[in-house]
């Protein structure tokens, strides 16, 4: 891999890409996607941010993924 192997930064592009495309297509092309593109944003905010934060403030994020 390109990125040497971080699979996790790989994760973070992909969820958030698709997160800000679909908020694009909903937002300025109109398209309606229903309530679950909240539910999606709530998602990876927890997922790819506060979990992180969480493990890296309490010394319990691994120096290598």
Same mark, same amino acid.
């Given at each position: 891999m390109g990125n040497g192997g971080n699979y996790w930064d790989v994760f973070n592009w992909?969820?958030?890409g698709y997160l800000w495309a679909t908020n694009y297509?909903?937002?300025n092309l109109g398209r309606k996607y229903g309530d679950w593109l %909240? %539910?999606?944003t709530i998602f990876a905010g927890v997922v790819t941010c506060w979990?992180?934060?969480l493990l890296i403030l309490t010394g319990n994020w691994p120096s290598t993924l």
């Open positions: 992909i969820m958030w297509f909903s937002h %909240y %539910y999606l979990i992180p934060a």
